[in-house]
């Protein structure tokens, strides 16, 4: 349980760097940020394998670079859902999308597949 928080709140600090560091996103307030961060994991857990699986052939021609478009598009739809959670357009989307997934696998590789088992506790 106390992965999946610390996944949450670190998909929550990408989601912020991302309104911060890209022109296009914007988040209202901390309850939409915590909000957004939550239907993100959600999203990426239901529908993203679906697209994934949908566009595997434009995956293998792009050698994986499609996937960003894939994360970009799951970053939209977030948006589209929760009032208070704007993007401007696609190139804000894969901006925050590419920012969101570094700042995921940094925090994952941090606290490990069973929690904090990098930091020591």
């Known amino acids: 349980m106390t992965g999946f928080i610390l996944r949450a709140v670190i998909a929550a600090f990408g989601l912020w760097l991302a309104s911060t560091w890209v022109d296009g996103i914007s988040i209202k307030d901390a309850?939409?940020?915590?909000?957004?961060?939550?239907?993100?994991?959600?999203?990426?857990?239901?529908?993203?394998?679906?697209?994934?699986?949908?566009?595997?052939?434009?995956?293998?021609v792009t050698l994986g670079l499609f996937l960003l478009v894939v994360n970009a598009a799951m970053l939209l739809l977030v948006a589209k859902i929760i009032p208070g959670f704007d993007i401007d357009g696609f190139w804000p989307a894969l901006w925050g999308a590419v920012i969101v997934s570094i700042t995921g696998w940094v925090g994952s590789w941090l606290i490990g597949p069973k929690g904090l088992e990098r930091l020591g506790r």
């Open 31 to 60: 309850p939409t940020l915590l909000l957004a961060a939550a239907l993100l994991g959600v999203v990426n857990a239901f529908v993203r394998p679906i697209a994934v699986v949908l566009t595997f052939p434009i995956m293998l």
